[in-house]
DNA sequence: ATGAAATGTTGCACAATCTGAAAGTTTCTC
DNA sequence: GAGAAACTTTCAGATTGTGCAACATTTCAT
């Protein structure tokens, strides 16, 4: 279908679905920050983009994705980053390198995503969403990694051991992250949480 | 169903609400195995033990946490359990003692536990689910290990990180038992996964 | 054993979630 | 500009989940 095209590049039709699936994440966010995850209806969320709360469906699945606004490509993404390392880079120190740059992506939206993950913290049945997302990625990453170490996916365990556990070192920076207001560089606590697990997570 | 009647102490009230629950777990879990997730309804499940669907939701808030099962006391004694490790060994072997009793317990539970992993590989959507299991007891654990190396809770990360990540590499564990079909020990794939950690997941 | 208290189950009403299908509207292509 | 393709909306309906009141059962004190 389409390919990765700039957002320039793009239809009309497309960059409004585009505006239009922002704004719903949007005003997502902001209600339920504000009124709480039950205090939110698809119906208020919908209305406040001046829409009809049957094309809010259209657009996510449920009122807990558009909280999570998993980008479709973003599966794609990680997995050309990671291949795009060569192949004598030992697989921890890959997957840190691929989670720096999507640490600098998040670093770019960063009100967005300060946003969120207070909401995610707020609201802990949210919490298992964020590892959702990961849990479509994790297939695909730790079949890149099986591949760069030469195994058959499912045998030796340790390609899904790595990736599993460099989302949760990603993750756990997030939290950090989010918790320290934003305010250290989100790369640097991937990348210090990275070193920890490279050490062998000796007690500090 | 003949009820095993190791549950002493327990007057008979108790006791069917226990047997109540697992009929239920069951049930959903045996369905939803057969028929898929989107093909069983709550009403299913509920006619299936002879009871109303009202009466469904008195014992689980949600159709997936039927199939989660989670089992409200675990979080106390994930805690005790690691608390009961002596403060001189490395938190992230006390992580690994603590996951291996866990391990242990699964294993008693071999087929339902293979079951429900089974459902869980099959239904990927639920997948989220199993973490958030233990995202209730991230906090729990983390809390234990902070107090356990002397840090404030969420100023070094450390203890959230080394909690994610040991849990990251139980259900990485849980999921390869699963896939070999419970042929292994639990209690070795997860050691396994763990001295990988612990060696700083060299490439293999 | 008996009656009162506590607890569990059920039916009912109701709000909210989510999905198909059909019809209307906008955008794209030629 | 005309037709095709894609997006939005309305509508109907199944399902999820909750509060409440009535009913049934278990427990407990006497």
Known sequence: MTSVESV??????????LETRAALEHAALTLVAEHGLAG????DIATAVDLSSR????????????LVGASPASVAELRERLEAVPAEVPVLEALRLMSRVEAEHVQQRREQWLLRL????????????LVANGTETERAVSAVVARRIGVEPGTSGYPELATAVAMAAFRAAMMRWSAADGRPAL?????????????????P
């Open 55 to 66: 094309t809010f469906f259209n657009y996510f699945p449920s009122k807990e994705d558009a």
């Open 118 to 129: 207070k909401v995610f913290e707020q609201n802990p049945s949210l919490l298992p969403r």
């Open 40 to 43: 939110v209806t698809v119906e």
């Open 8 to 17: 320039d590049e793009l239809g009309r039709r497309d960059r409004k679905k």
């Open 187 to 203: 790369a640097d606590l991937v990348d210090e949480a990275f070193s920890q697990l490279a050490a062998g997570l000796p007690n």
